[in-house]
């Protein structure tokens, strides 16, 4: 350490008999005119001699050169001061000496001594405090550096060059990218902001073996499931921390940042590849229109609300039985769109008048109907809530609709009104019966888009599983070959919007769910995402299929011929097995009499009767097990 201080103190040496000369010359310089300079030139030079012989010595003298000037303060400010001082005095001196014997011409401007003190004590100890400037940004980058996380980046599109050029730029986030990873063969080799494409993604395991990586970051919004379940496979195996890009559908009208970096959860695993397709045509849909949303405050109606306001809608009225759930969604959506008239809107939809009179006063054009209860084992237990509510409830909004002339009315359905087995598929199946019947009968635009599971919604398998995960287990499933479709939710409701922009009247949608998962895949998956071995540090028990629920959904019944839209994940039932013959209006007052009986096993069998391929009735009776989970 010593040594190498003093090699820096040599060329602090040097460095000062450059700055003595420019200092000297800088003196006369500074007094005289530029026609002068040249008479003076022969005193000019003199005097740097007379300076070299002087002020070196002194400077060596007071210290100048055993000093570690990185560590520079007020003392050494003095200490400088003193020093070259000295030196000008006795630079000065010498000289008056020379022009008194007659060595030098006697009209030498005397005051190029005091300029030459100036310009020495500026020079000589501002380069000494530059010195120490210098090392304390020297040490600050050394230890930026030192501390620093190095981050491989998955993908080299657009989102990662954003995510690199944020990593770059001065910020607390002390993450230094390294390189990137791309299956694109025209990127490989080829850099970005200065940082390489150094292979494809299926070599990740072996750059984690032999360079030091300490993050991964997957920057690819629009990245399949598989994608990311082989690079967070990888990571955990190799002990290594990654983070994603939420999935493009949540990432619709928002930004591409690092702020938007988070950890890999179970939705991404699942994530399918991403079409879009007439993103405009839903625009055009919602552009300058009134929207009304029920059940606004809930996990599809709250999705809903964002991805409709981001439409720029005249108005958008959030209708909802909670006052909690909706005064949480004004007030964010308040925040993101400051411009965009919103309407909280406290109503049960089981309560006519109410309902007539909120159409009445702020007119929507558009209705998307969200607000259900959802709940299998709840609706088990409670069949006069379930009908009240998904049915009556249904009816009635249906009817304010036809009621006040709106142009378009989307049910958001579920798979298991197809066939249902249980008190909530069937209600919600009699619901796509009263907005198909209505469709029909009044020549409407309204429609029933229908899908399986959503990831993530309120008191759905993950939040449980979650819960169980982190009190130590077990994960409870109902049966081992338990299958379900599961789609993530900004992605349905994506897709809600997509069909109803298509809709013409009395069409059933159906969402392309991808394959079924088996719900013992997903527990283990969401177990390692943990950090935790499955079977060995979380225990897995089976507790049985309870009322109501089938091992496997289907979207629509076998047979119903199913045709392809101008969206690849959207398919329209041709014809839905509905019972032309029926008489909605009268079974479903006779649904509302039956269900306020006690005689359950006449409600099952009644509800059996209206719907086909239903079987409520062959179910045991229930026995609510709140321990398991909503499937």
Same mark, same amino acid.
């Given at each position: ?34 026609s ?12 740097c ?25 007020t ?14 005095v006795l630079?000065s ?34 380069s ?6 210098l ?70 395991s ?12 997957i ?24 983070r ?16 938007r ?58 209708l ?14 308040q925040?993101?769109?400051p ?6 809107v406290?109503a ?18 558009i ?23 998904? /049915? #009556? ?5 249906? +009817?304010? !609709?036809?009621?006040?002339n709106?142009?378009?009315? =989307? $049910?958001? &359905? ?20 009263? /907005? #198909? ?5 009044? +020549?409407r !635009? ?7 599971? =959503? $990831?993530? &919604? ?14 130590g ?18 992605e ?8 109803? &922009? ?32 499955p ?45 032309p ?14 269900s ?36």
């Amino acid at each position: 350490m010593s040594s190498r201080h003093h090699v820096r103190n040599r060329f602090v040496l040097v460095g000062d008999l450059a700055l003595i000369v420019v200092s000297v010359l800088g003196s006369f310089a500074l007094r005289l005119d530029v026609s002068q300079l040249p008479f003076y030139f022969p005193a000019a030079l003199m005097m740097c001699a007379v300076a070299l012989l002087v002020k070196v010595p002194v400077y060596f003298y007071f210290g100048l050169y055993r000093r570690l000037w990185v560590y520079a303060s007020t003392s050494e400010l003095r200490l400088i001061t003193v020093a070259v001082t000295t030196a000008s005095v006795l630079t000065s001196g010498v000289m008056l000496v020379l022009i008194s014997a007659g060595i030098l011409q006697p009209g030498m401007p005397r005051s190029a001594l005091g300029i030459d003190w100036l310009l020495s004590l500026v020079l000589i100890g501002g380069s000494r405090f530059a010195l120490r400037i210098l090392a304390e940004q020297s040490n600050a980058r050394r230890d930026a550096l030192r501390e620093a996380k190095r981050v491989l980046i998955i993908g080299a599109g657009d989102a990662g060059a954003l995510v690199v050029r944020e990593l770059q730029r001065p910020s607390q986030l002390n993450l230094i990218p390294i390189g990137f990873l791309d299956d694109d063969p025209a990127k490989q080799n080829h850099q970005i902001y200065g940082v390489s494409v150094i292979g494809k993604v299926n070599k990740l395991s072996n750059i984690l073996d032999n360079q030091q990586v300490d993050e991964v970051i997957i920057a690819i919004p629009s990245a399949p499931g598989n994608i990311i379940r082989l690079v967070n496979d990888a990571c955990r195996t190799k002990g290594i921390p990654s983070r994603t890009m939420p999935g493009i559908y949540e990432l619709l009208g928002g930004k591409v940042s690092v702020n938007r970096l988070r950890e890999v959860d179970i939705t991404d695993l699942l994530r399918r590849d991403h079409v879009r397709v007439n993103d405009e045509k839903v625009g055009q849909a919602l552009e300058g229109k009134c929207v009304l949303v029920t059940g606004a405050g809930g996990s599809i109606g709250s999705e809903l609300s964002r991805q409709i306001a981001r439409r720029n809608p005249a108005e958008l009225v959030l209708l909802g039985h909670g006052e909690n759930s909706i005064f949480e969604i004004l007030l964010e959506l308040q925040s993101n769109y400051p411009s965009l008239k919103l309407i909280p809107v406290i109503a049960d939809i089981r309560n006519a008048q109410r309902l007539d009179s909120v159409f009445a006063a702020q007119q929507p054009q558009i209705v998307f109907h969200a607000a259900a209860h959802k709940h299998v084992p709840l609706m088990e237990a409670n069949p006069v809530e379930a009908i009240s509510n998904n /049915v #009556l409830g249904t009816r009635n909004l249906v +009817q304010a !609709a036809l009621d006040h002339n709106i142009e378009r009315f =989307v $049910l958001i &359905s579920t798979d298991k009104a197809v066939r249902p087995s249980s008190i909530y598929g069937a209600t919600k199946r009699l619901a796509e019966m009263i /907005v #198909l019947d209505a469709a029909h009968q009044h +020549q409407r !635009a309204f429609t029933v888009v229908r899908f399986g599971n =959503v $990831l993530g &919604s309120r008191g759905s398998i993950i939040p449980i599983f979650k819960n169980q995960i982190a009190n130590g287990g077990p994960v409870t499933i109902t049966h081992p070959d338990m299958v379900r479709f599961f789609m993530t939710i900004p992605e349905a409701v994506y897709l809600v919007l997509q069909a109803s &922009s298509m809709q013409s009247g009395g069409e059933v949608f159906v969402l392309n769910m991808g394959e079924p998962v088996r719900i013992l895949d997903l527990a283990e998956d969401l177990i390692k995402l943990s950090g935790l071995e499955p079977h060995k540090d979380i225990e897995i028990t089976f507790t049985g299929i309870r009322p109501g629920e089938k091992l496997a959904e289907e979207l629509w019944d076998e047979g119903t011929p199913l045709a392809q839209t101008s969206h690849p994940d959207i398919f329209r039932l041709d014809q839905d097995a509905s019972l032309p013959t029926l008489n909605l209006t009268q079974a479903i007052e006779q649904l509302s009499t039956f269900s306020l009986s006690i005689d359950r096993d006449a409600l099952n069998k009644f509800i059996d009767s209206l719907i086909p391929g239903s079987s409520i009735s062959e179910s045991r009776p229930s026995d609510l097990q709140l321990s398991t989970l909503d499937l």
